[in-house]
């Protein structure tokens, strides 16, 4: 029971409730393992922090962004329906004019050692999300795995509610039965092919975990982190746009408390 596979295990187990324990037991294991519960990360799920960037390191990753001569770095790109996202892989010490501003970063990251690890060629994504008004698979409501989780996301320029900004429904990081009942359906009708991340049903008993929700709507030079074993979603853009963004994934043990915790 004890590994962290990232969503869920194809195993006639699962009859008899494999994946909801694992569910459970993960949340009781994160429990342990934070030492000051009462900061807003473990409390609500998610921080921002504005002004986050010295002025100088902002503005020479604004500029990294916007600039003719980057954007050859942009060599991905990832279609999802109407969005469209090219990105730029990189690491702590990547392009040398953004190694301050993702110095600052990693600095940052480094003092929530009690929710993740960060090293220094943690993968870094640099993003530059094209929505339309068409919707995509990231517009439905889920989450990304059954345990704590969490990914960061700065934002260079401003992010308002037509550039198909983050939602996160609160207190969905919470320990609750009826995610515990919703862990077990969908673990037995999973296949192979199944995505890792549960849907959210729209309608009917489970629709009603999502509750109140926070729209990430910031002014420029804003950074967030935030668990994504809570149910949340990319909202549907309410006309053409362009959003930008660094974004870093960071997994952790599910059962972190069976582990030696680091000095």
């Not at 037509?162 to 609160?170: A, E, F, G, N, V």
């Amino acid at each position: 029971m004890f590994f962290s596979n990232r969503k869920w295990i194809n195993t006639p187990l699962n009859y008899i409730g494999y994946q909801s324990l694992r569910y459970f037991f993960s949340y009781i294991c994160n429990y342990l393992s934070i030492r000051n519960k009462q900061s807003d990360l473990a409390r609500n799920g998610y921080i921002v922090i504005n002004d986050f960037l010295s002025q100088r390191s902002l503005i020479e990753l604004q500029q990294y962004f916007v600039s003719s001569d980057t954007e050859s770095s942009f060599d991905e790109s990832i279609q999802d329906a109407g969005t469209l996202v090219v990105r730029q892989s990189t690491t702590i010490d990547g392009p040398v004019e953004l190694r301050p501003s993702l110095h600052e970063i990693y600095n940052t990251l480094s003092t929530f050692n009690d929710f993740f690890k960060i090293s220094l060629n943690q993968k870094i994504w640099l993003d530059k999300i094209y929505n339309t008004k068409d919707a995509c698979s990231q517009n439905d409501i889920h989450c990304d795995t059954f345990h704590a989780a969490f990914k960061v996301w700065y934002f260079p320029f401003g992010v308002t509610k037509d550039q198909s900004p983050l939602c996160i429904y609160k207190n969905t990081h919470q320990f609750s039965f009826k995610r515990f009942f919703l862990e077990y359906i969908c673990s037995i009708s999973a296949t192979e092919d199944s995505e890792h991340s549960w849907r959210l049903p729209k309608k009917g008993f489970f629709s009603s975990l999502a509750g109140d929700k926070v729209y990430f709507t910031c002014e420029p030079n804003t950074f967030v982190v935030a668990n994504t074993m809570a149910f949340h979603h990319r909202s549907i853009s309410l006309q053409d746009s362009i959003r930008y963004q660094v974004h870093l994934s960071l997994p952790r043990e599910a059962f972190k408390c069976f582990y030696r915790r680091s000095s």
